[in-house]
């Protein structure tokens, strides 16, 4: 943490633009691909049978991606999504502003989370405007609210990108000047959604020894060997601190519990921390290599605490999505079949050693846990729906083509559909 004020900026900006680019698809070959081969219809496309009402409790959907989400929604299943990449409000982007207008577009389908607008209070801290930051937040997070946000995301950008104020190194997970941001979002009711650290193996070296060899060859910027941030183990120490600092503010610990690797101690983690849950996005890969019957009985211990995610990326058109983790080529649709039914397949059959959701996450299969239907609603819908307190509303997610008024209402096929229970 040598380096000058001005290149830690600089570098948390690099690592704020990938982690910009990561969440949202990669931007800029708006190629209008998927276009050419038309969505099939929801039963054509091998998806087992959805029997359960879904909440997606982490996606992150680009403005002009409210139409597409809507028909990944429909094809598969899904009652409804929660945004976690809702932005900052105010000037000059009013990113948060333009988020929540186009989730309404989605007719109560899509929820937001609002972000912090950390860069913005760091600076004006670093200005001496304002040095207390952590209000600055918290204050922006309660205007937030006030807009419509139902929660707060915190990237991982916290504790490996985002500068001290005085530029000369990174802010920690559980920096104190922090402490009126969490504390708010307790009082607020809004649930934290938190990203720290990566899997274990973007510290390692990157060769052919590194089990996520194939996704660093993909995107050897996601490595953090030899980067000026924080050991997993510090940051993920951080993470717990901060949990254990605010009793009242409600945790989701994103990616498993942001330790997919070691469920003993995500395990320890809920056991001692009361206002913790966890997702399971895009982790399935990694959860699904695990003994499933051991799986099984943390998913029984656990039921009431964690809920079902993707970490789907969302933009207006196919090259623009990210289905958990994307290869080196643009994803296909064909992959986004794989992603769903993998997953259902994992969560509700008991089936061994298929093609996980993202194969690019590593050389391995995996086991489906087959939970018992009552869990499956839980983690699928009611966790998210009680902690959130939010409810996408039940039926059909897309409403009928214009064309399809000749049709006699109850005769258009919904095949994948839950029935809005
Ligand atoms: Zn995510």
Do not use: C
Not at 316 to 338: C, F, I, K, V
Request: proline share 9%; net charge neutral; glycine share 10%.
């Amino acid at each position: 943490m040598t380096g000058s004020r001005r290149s830690a900026w600089g570098a948390a900006g690099v690592v704020l633009l990938l982690l910009a680019l990561g969440a949202l698809g990669v931007a800029g070959t708006m190629a209008h691909r998927w276009r050419a081969h038309k969505r099939p219809a929801a039963g054509a496309r091998g998806a087992k049978k959805a029997h359960f009402a879904r909440i997606d409790s982490h996606t992150h959907v680009s403005p002009d991606g409210v139409e597409r989400a809507l028909q990944i929604m429909e094809t598969w299943g899904i009652d409804g999504m929660v945004n976690l990449s809702g932005m900052s409000p105010g000037p000059p982007h009013h990113g948060l502003e333009t988020q929540l207008a186009a989730a309404r577009a989605s007719g109560g389908r899509i929820a937001v989370f609002a972000n912090a607008g950390f860069m913005k209070a760091l600076r004006m801290a670093n200005l001496g405007v304002r040095a207390d930051y952590g209000n600055v937040m918290a204050e922006e997070l309660a205007l937030s609210k006030q807009l419509g946000a139902i929660g707060l995301k915190i990237p991982k950008g916290l504790g490996l990108g985002y500068p001290t104020p005085d530029g000369k190194g990174v802010l920690a997970v559980d920096d104190p000047g922090l402490d009126p941001l969490f504390e708010k979002a307790g009082e607020l009711g809004m649930p934290v959604a938190i990203h720290t650290g990566d899997p274990k193996a973007f510290w390692l070296p990157v060769d052919t020894k590194n089990e996520r060899w194939d996704e660093l060859q993909a995107h050897p910027e996601w490595s953090f060997r030899d980067q000026p941030v924080p050991s997993w183990e510090e940051l993920f120490a951080s993470f717990e601190r901060r949990v254990a600092r605010h009793p009242k503010t409600t945790f989701i610990g994103v990616h498993f519990g942001n330790d997919p690797e070691d469920p003993d101690r995500v395990a320890q983690m809920l056991d001692k921390y009361p206002n913790l849950y966890i997702d399971t996005a895009a982790r399935v890969p990694e959860i699904g290599r695990r003994d499933a019957a051991q799986m099984r009985l943390f998913y029984e211990k656990y039921q009431d605490r964690i809920l079902f995610g993707t970490d789907l990326g969302v933009g207006a058109d196919q090259d623009s999505m990210m289905y958990g983790s994307n290869g080196a080529n643009p994803p296909t649709l064909e992959d986004e079949a794989r992603y769903f039914t993998s997953t259902w397949r994992y969560f509700e059959t008991r089936d061994k050693q298929f093609e996980s959701p993202t194969p690019i996450q590593g050389r391995w299969k995996i086991d489906g846990v087959g939970l018992p239907e009552a869990i499956l609603r839980k983690i699928y819908f009611e966790n998210a729906a009680r902690i959130l307190k939010w409810r996408p509303p039940p039926g059909p997610v897309m409403a009928p083509h214009p064309a399809a008024d000749a049709v006699p209402t109850g005769s258009v096929p919904l095949p994948n559909r839950p029935g809005g229970k």
